[in-house]
């Protein structure tokens, strides 16, 4: 790993799973150094500004919507595929938005997410055997010897391509500025390949804490999520908001056991030491949680009740279980944070 960020336990390296074998161990080393003097994608008071908006939503005073695409890939890049996902999640936004009365925080699955986790290390067709497509961070999918063979320098072409689509969506957010103010959106992926976040994880010249510079919010998913494994190690000392996709199997004890890991002081947003982390995925799993231990995971739990649902677009005014009708609220008693206008987006940032 990155000497920016060396294993918090000197005793034990702690095991990173789903990691592709790289074959050529130095065209890695020279990758990795390149990306340690490449800047960072996003900056950590852009992360701060995410941590503050979580902090609202986990008080009940903004929602969070997460969207995009399971992962990318490098043919699908272009302006138009960047405006139409921008599209989709700010016109979600704002219906949600104008039925609860609520600004949205809206964080897109995009600049970062061209990594998967496979259930097989493998893949094998008429007696063929490759290695499996862990998407196109390291290899391509045609089952050839050649597109599967895991290759670092693909990483390097992450990086370009994240960087483009982050110029892209900053300038589509520049032109599309409304009478209301400025659009905002964060960008987030999974962090499962180490060997490309390390080397882009800086300390912060303000504080010296460390950030991750390839995304405003990282999660891990449920095949990595393990406490003693390398990226909850990862991400319990970075100080970007972060995520960790919680199934069906979990147990009140490990959603436990990594909030203590991740965010031991519970504080969400403003301070130094919270991590802005939620739990996704978890569904009505999370009133067993919260009944199994309120003091310590009602709060969170909460949060990722709130936070992590995919909604239905639905007309304005309506709520689930209710007859479509015209929103009668008045602005001056919604819990709105923002500002109120009766056409487009109901709340936004001050």
Known sequence: MSALLPPSSSLAVPEALQQPVWPDPEALRTVRDRLLTALPL???TECDVLRRRLAAVAAGKAFLLQGGDCAETFRDLSLDTVSRKMDTLFDTADELSEAMFLPVVV?????????????????????????????????????????RTPDPHRMLQVYAAAGATLNAVRSLLTERRTALGQREMFVSHEALLLDYEHPLTRPDARTGDSYAGSGHLLWVGERTRQTDGAHIDYLSRIRNPVAVKVGPTATPAEVLALIERLDPDREPGGSRSSRGWAPTGCGTRCRRWWRASPRRAGRWCGYATRCTATPTTRRRGTRPGTSTRSSTRSPASSRCTGRWARTRAACTWR
């Open 107 to 147: 964080v897109a699955r995009l600049a970062g997410q061209y990594a998967k986790p496979r259930s097989q290390p493998v893949e094998t067709r008429d007696g063929v055997t490759l290695p499996s497509y862990r998407g196109d961070a390291v290899n391509g999918p045609e089952f050839t010897a050649e597109a």
């Open 42 to 44: 996003v900056l950590p």
